[in-house]
């Protein structure tokens, strides 16, 4: 979940000037981060292993 400070944070790092598409692709790029970090803290993740095997199926 996305904080106050980290969105101020964010913002604080844009240039002077940027669009709301810019904004929200960082906003959105800082959630997905922070959902991802989560994830992995929850040991909701999947091994290179893993991967190679659904990449493998897709091939055949």
Do not use: A, C, H
């Not at 904080?3 to 790092?13: L, R």
């Not at 810019?22 to 292993?49: A, P, W």
């Amino acid at each position: 979940m996305l904080t106050k400070d980290k969105v101020t944070n964010t913002i604080k790092s844009l240039p002077d000037s940027f669009t709301i598409d810019e904004l929200f692709d960082q906003l959105i790029f800082m959630e997905k981060v922070e959902e991802g970090y989560q994830q992995s803290e929850t040991g909701r993740v999947v091994s290179n292993e893993e991967v190679k095997m659904i990449i493998d199926k897709w091939s055949k």
